[in-house]
């Protein structure tokens, strides 16, 4: 059952996706102060969401792993910071393809703009450090994605704490019925999607750790056996 929800996740995203885009852009209405660029909402306020959701497991999984040095929880950190990375570059190109359409400019530096951007510089550190940092940086990583964790509230109270060109938090709950019936599609899909990956990042680093511990296991019984030969 395991092995076959990640591809089942993927089945019924790949089912949504193609209606929840003609929903989108042949069913909803066009938003009459921003016009047609305003459906980039579909697709970057979805990412946005599930890049911070991502973050926060991030985040809680390399605490579990730093305390008790859990594996498994080893695993679904790497996962979630590489999925931060896939799903923050989405929020990174659409959001400055909105802004330069609704304010002129595709980056502002507005607060919430650079706290999102800096969360994607620190997960990508934290990847390079897991990846590429030699041994017992496992610290230094676990603390970049506790970090950025951190950065994660600081995102969406951003809009409330400064003043910003972004647009509030409160966008979302006063949207008509028919733009809410295209963005809980292209959620559902997008979210399906990156759990999917997820499960399989995650089986994927287990598995690594599982062969690289037999290979040593191999390695050690190997030596510890005493050489025979004639005498």
Sequence with gaps: ??????????????????????????????????????????????????????????????????????????????????????????????????????????????????????????????????????AGSERLAAGLAIFGAIDVPVIYYAVKIWKTTHPSNDVAGSLPASMWAALWPALIALLLTSLALLFIRVRQELTDVTLDEAWISLDDAGAAQPATGDA
């Design 1 to 134: 059952m395991k092995n076959i929800l990640p591809f089942a996740m993927l089945g019924v995203a790949a089912l949504i996706f193609p209606t929840s885009v003609s929903t989108i852009f042949l069913e909803t209405p066009i938003e009459q102060q921003m016009g047609t660029v305003q459906k980039i909402f579909y697709f970057h306020v979805p990412l946005a969401w599930i890049m911070m959701l991502l973050a926060v497991v991030c985040g809680v999984s390399a605490g579990i792993q730093l305390r008790r040095d859990s594996k498994r929880a080893e695993a679904v950190s790497i996962a979630a910071a590489e999925l931060v990375l896939v799903t923050g570059l989405g929020v990174l190109i659409t959001g400055p393809i909105w802004g330069h359409a609704t304010w002129g400019k595709a980056w502002t530096w507005d607060a919430r703009q650079v706290s999102t951007g800096l969360l994607w510089l620190v997960f990508a550190a934290y990847v390079l450090v897991r990846h590429y940092g030699a």
